[in-house]
Antibody, heavy 125, light 107 residues
Framework: QVQLQESGPRLVKPSETLSLTCSVS??????????WSWIRQPPGKGLEWIGY???????NYNPSLKSRVTISLDTSKNQFSLKLSSVTAADTAVYYC?????????????????WGQGTLVTVSS | DIQMTQSPSSLSASVGDRVTITCRAS??????LSWYQQKPGKAPKLLIY???SLQSGVPSRFSGSASGTDFTLTISSLQPEDFATYYC?????????FGQGTRLEIK
């Protein structure tokens, strides 16, 4: 059974960098069959895709956040991480990580499953 | 970006009702369409992938269909545990985008 678990600081000051880690069990982040993704959801609002990373280290980010986002892999710990710089109150959200199976020769992203339980990160001084 | 427009935004229904939620993509997405159920304080749960394939373990009262850029999630007979918010999502072209959500409430 594949499980993902987010961890990291729950409170971040404005202008600082938000850092989260997703620990994966039951699958390998070194697998060529999946992307590993971050998604966020502001309180009471809808879902926003942040980006994903492939085992090769290739990344794809939402253009709306691209200038501030870095997603990286740590294969030795079977984890992947999110860094979001220069945060403001608008970045307050529940942050989720998820596995994204991919298919076809070009590794077309399929669907998001499973998801981590999510972690609420608040940006406040 | 591909816009995913869900309708209705909210819906009141009773246990046993048949419910349909629609999602329209702003351009062709080649059936790279998934449906998720989210309950308060929980992560989204995958229900349907590839527009009409039922995820393992999901009750058969859930079904999905597609017609061009229009997609439908149907719950054939609502159960108490189905009252939640439902999201559609396209993964055909990045940025990956979600519908705004449909809140299904008890009448």
């Amino acid at each position: 059974q594949v499980q993902l678990q987010e961890s990291g600081p729950r409170l971040v000051k404005p202008s600082e960098t938000l850092s989260l880690t997703c620990s994966v069990s039951g699958d390998s982040v070194n697998s060529g069959s999946n992307y590993w993704s971050w998604i966020r959801q502001p309180p009471g609002k809808g879902l926003e895709w942040i980006g994903y990373i492939y085992y090769s280290g290739n990344t794809n980010y939402n253009p709306s956040l691209k200038s501030r986002v870095t997603i990286s892999l740590d294969t030795s710990k079977n984890q992947f991480s999110l860094k979001l710089s220069s945060v403001t109150a608008a970045d307050t959200a529940v942050y989720y990580c998820a596995r994204v199976p991919c298919s076809t020769i070009s590794c077309q992203a399929d669907w998001f499953d499973p998801w981590g339980q999510g972690t609420l990160v608040t940006v406040s001084s | 970006d591909i816009q995913m427009t869900q309708s209705p935004s909210s819906l009141s229904a009773s246990v046993g009702d048949r419910v349909t939620i629609t999602c329209r993509a702003s351009q062709r997405i080649n059936n790279y369409l998934s449906w998720y159920q989210q309950k308060p304080g929980k992560a989204p749960k995958l229900l349907i992938y590839a527009a009409s394939s039922l995820q393992s373990g999901v009750p058969s009262r859930f079904s999905g269909s597609a017609s061009g850029t229009d997609f439908t999630l149907t719950i054939s007979s609502l159960q108490p545990e189905d009252f939640a918010t439902y999201y559609c999502q396209q993964t055909y072209i990045t940025p990956i985008t979600f519908g705004q959500g449909t809140r299904l409430e008890i009448k």
